[in-house]
């Protein structure tokens, strides 16, 4: 992706199934799970950059031990720090007394982070503060281990305000901390109902205690807690009473997997980062259903159950496109077809003139789907050779003409990672932006060959228009073709990824300029009345007035506009965009039909409420995020 934008997050549970013992004499050290999570989270360390935490619980805690540890940072290398932190203070123990390595049982009760339940997070920080006190996992530490608990979480609640969170307070707690405020309170209750009973039994200590974490009922706390959210989520967590679990939203908008064998339970946000770490094949992992939690109680029963109603899934599309790791075998083959997908539309646009055309990728991200438009190109060329060739009779010299006719690929573009942009004036900071990209001088024909460039998607077209299409047309070429694998971005995203404000997609300045062009401006003022009236509805009533903007105009007619607009003056070739088509873009990624940024088809009720602020926003001139 050209336009950099902050999305998402990272988690990474483990649960060990067995004793620590048994990893100690299987795999020769009791860190085993910690390891694992180091491996876990560095695997998926795409998913956030500006901070990490993990914490632990020690399953069946004695009374007065510590049972629960936490590190946080906030630093460049946050995954790296905090492990060192632990191992630092391990190896500092074991070296006083190496023969403490072989006591399992006096490591567990005595040494931080050796436990049986581990938690760990990647944050990117969406909105909000980039400090340590942001950054998950957050505790609940009641001096009642039952009644302690560890979360984070990958998602963005619309209704987080009604949960209690209060963004004009100085001081506001992060969401984070009010969804585990949130669990902890039906948590509670569960707890408060299971002691009554217990207590009209006479039940008596130690039986009691054993009693009440056995009788929680795990799942009515998850499944009265989901009651409330509305929105994109994957919420994990630790209990102190020994329940690791995680839930993902009834939408399946955020992305869950896990693996569970007699060893271990695994839950992450990405499938590769589970086969990896642990050496299992894609088969043996499991996706984590929408609207289901798969918990793990504290005798190491584990059970994927159904916590919230049924609802169609529409698992985010950008996941597919852009933000998972493409080392997934499912995802590879997605981008690889969303590119292949394109190669109708790109042949239409160079008139199916191979030997004056370049094809090439904006690195890194759009690479795979350069691999399936080149492949679909090579499939078109190979029926078009056999057509020629079966219908004329063709003399030695035509046949190795057509037999030689093949793709022209290059690597045009590339991108220069060390570049730093640190001035901050706008006129000399731009110019350094224009220099992020570079291109391979003498790759192209001057003034003859066209450039047909892929790039995942095209978000603000900020990038495009400041470096790289001014880097392409120093080659001099004839003309450039931008290829998004993406469809056009037209509505904001409430569900974890940074889109947030429409003055910021392209795609809605192009939007905005036709409506000028063609005297139809007041309609601006049309929908943003009644935006108005619709934020006086039950939310469950709303209605995305937006919609009705675009469909004044073709698709085309919006692609052609955002050509204009993200031509620069000084740039002498012509300038085309081609987008993904929606139908194109659901048969590359068939499980993941979320396509709200593109369609404005929310699945939940609060993403309607949110477009229509989103505009109320732009007509107001308010530089504001339009979601909590």
């Known amino acids: 992706m050209s336009d950099a934008i902050k999305h998402e997050c990272g988690i990474a549970l483990i649960r060990l199934l067995k004793p620590l013992s048994y990893y100690r004499e299987k795999y020769g050290t009791v860190l085993f799970g910690l390891n694992k999570l180091y491996l876990l989270m560095e695997k998926q360390h795409n998913r956030g950059q500006d901070g990490a935490g993990i914490g632990a619980i020690k399953l069946n805690a004695t009374q007065g031990q510590r049972f629960m540890s936490r590190y946080r940072s906030n630093s460049p290398h946050a995954i790296a720090e905090i492990f060192q932190k632990i191992y630092h203070k391990i190896d500092k123990i074991t070296k006083a007394n190496p023969a403490l390595l072989d006591d399992v049982d006096w490591l567990r009760k005595n040494v931080s982070f050796i436990s049986e339940m581990m938690l760990g997070h990647l944050r990117y920080g969406t909105y909000g503060r980039n400090e340590i006190d942001s950054c998950h996992p957050f505790v609940q530490n009641h001096?009642?281990?039952?009644?302690?608990?560890?979360?984070?979480?990958?998602?963005?609640?619309?209704?987080?305000?009604?949960?209690?969170?209060?963004?004009?307070?100085?001081?506001?707690?992060?969401?984070?901390?009010?969804?585990?405020?949130?669990?902890?309170?039906?948590?509670?209750?569960?707890?408060?109902?299971?002691?009554?009973?217990l207590r009209k039994e006479s039940i008596q200590q130690p039986e009691f205690r054993n009693r009440l974490r056995d009788e929680i009922d795990f799942k009515k706390v998850l499944k009265q807690s989901a009651t409330d959210f509305d929105g994109g989520y994957i919420l994990a967590g630790l209990s102190g009473a020994g329940y690791s679990f995680a839930m993902r939203d009834p939408s399946g908008i955020r992305p869950a997997y896990y693996l569970q064998n007699d060893e271990v339970l695994v839950v992450a946000s990405e499938r590769p980062a589970i086969q990896t770490a642990f050496h299992v094949s894609f088969e043996e992992i499991?996706?984590?259903?929408?609207?289901?939690?798969?918990?793990?109680?504290?005798?190491?029963?584990?059970?994927?159950?159904?916590?919230?109603?049924?609802?169609?899934?529409?698992?985010?599309?950008?996941?597919?496109?852009?933000?998972?790791?493409g080392s997934d075998k499912e995802i590879y083959e997605e981008r690889k077809n969303l590119g292949r997908n394109l190669v109708p539309a790109v042949l239409k646009a160079v008139d199916y003139d191979f030997r004056n055309t370049v094809f090439s990728f904006i690195p890194n991200t759009a690479e795979v789907a350069f691999y399936g438009m080149v492949k679909g190109i090579e499939?078109?060329?190979?029926?078009?050779?056999?057509?020629?060739?079966?219908?004329?009779?063709?003399?030695?010299?035509?046949?190795?003409?057509?037999?030689?006719?093949?793709?022209?690929?290059?690597?045009?573009?590339?991108?220069?990672?060390?570049?730093?942009?640190?001035?901050?004036?706008?006129?000399?900071?731009?110019?350094?932006?224009?220099?992020?990209?570079?291109?391979?001088?003498?790759?192209?024909?001057?003034?003859?060959?066209?450039?047909?460039?892929?790039?995942?998607?095209?978000?603000?077209?900020?990038?495009?228009?400041?470096?790289?299409?001014?880097?392409?047309?120093?080659?001099?070429?004839?003309?450039?073709?931008?290829?998004?694998?993406?469809?056009?971005?037209?509505?904001?995203?409430?569900?974890?990824?940074d889109m947030s404000k429409m003055k910021d997609f392209i795609a809605f300045r192009a939007l905005v300029s036709l409506l000028k062009k063609t005297g139809k401006e007041n309609l601006l003022d049309d929908v943003y009345e009644k935006c108005k009236e619709q934020m006086?509805?039950?939310?469950?009533?709303?209605?995305?007035?937006?919609?009705?903007?675009?469909?004044?105009?073709?698709?085309?007619?919006?692609?052609?506009?955002?050509?204009?607009?993200?031509?620069?003056?000084?740039?002498?070739?012509?300038?085309?965009?081609?987008?993904?088509?929606?139908?194109?873009?659901?048969?590359?990624?068939?499980?993941?039909?979320?396509?709200?940024?593109?369609?404005?088809?929310?699945?939940?009720?609060?993403?309607?409420?949110?477009?229509?602020?989103?505009?109320?926003?732009?007509?107001?001139?308010?530089?504001?995020?339009?979601?909590?």
């Not at 291109?439 to 460039?453: F, M």
């Not at 039909?593 to 088809?601: L, M, Q």
Request: some cysteine; proline content about 4%; overall charge neutral.
């Open 143 to 197: 001096q009642s281990s039952t009644r302690s608990l560890i979360m984070a979480g990958n998602f963005n609640l619309t209704n987080i305000e009604d949960l209690g969170w209060k963004e004009e307070e100085k001081h506001a707690r992060p969401d984070t901390a009010v969804v585990l405020d949130h669990v902890a309170m039906h948590l509670e209750n569960e707890i408060v109902k299971v002691v009554e009973k």
């Open 286 to 325: 499991h996706e984590l259903k929408p609207g289901h939690a798969v918990i793990a109680d504290r005798n190491n029963h584990v059970s994927e159950v159904r916590v919230a109603p049924a609802r169609e899934k529409r698992s985010c599309s950008f996941e597919r496109i852009y933000f998972s790791r």
């Open 379 to 497: 499939d078109h060329l190979k029926q078009y050779k056999l057509d020629r060739i079966k219908k004329n009779k063709l003399s030695e010299e035509q046949l190795e003409d057509i037999i030689n006719l093949r793709p022209r690929v290059e690597k045009i573009a590339i991108k220069d990672v060390k570049m730093r942009t640190f001035i901050t004036q706008d006129s000399q900071r731009n110019e350094l932006v224009e220099h992020v990209y570079d291109i391979t001088y003498g790759s192209i024909r001057e003034h003859e060959d066209t450039i047909v460039v892929i790039d995942d998607s095209i978000v603000r077209g900020t990038t495009l228009k400041r470096s790289i299409i001014k880097m392409l047309d120093r080659l001099n070429p004839k003309k450039i073709i931008i290829v998004s694998s993406a469809p056009q971005i037209r509505y904001p995203d409430c569900y974890g990824i």
């Open 536 to 628: 006086k509805l039950p939310i469950e009533q709303m209605v995305n007035e937006v919609k009705s903007l675009y469909d004044l105009f073709t698709d085309e007619e919006i692609s052609d506009e955002v050509a204009l607009l993200v031509k620069d003056e000084s740039v002498r070739a012509d300038v085309q965009i081609i987008f993904q088509t929606i139908p194109n873009l659901h048969k590359a990624c068939p499980k993941n039909s979320g396509d709200w940024y593109f369609s404005g088809n929310y699945p939940t009720p609060g993403g309607n409420k949110v477009v229509n602020r989103a505009f109320m926003n732009f007509m107001e001139g308010k530089d504001v995020r339009a979601y909590s």
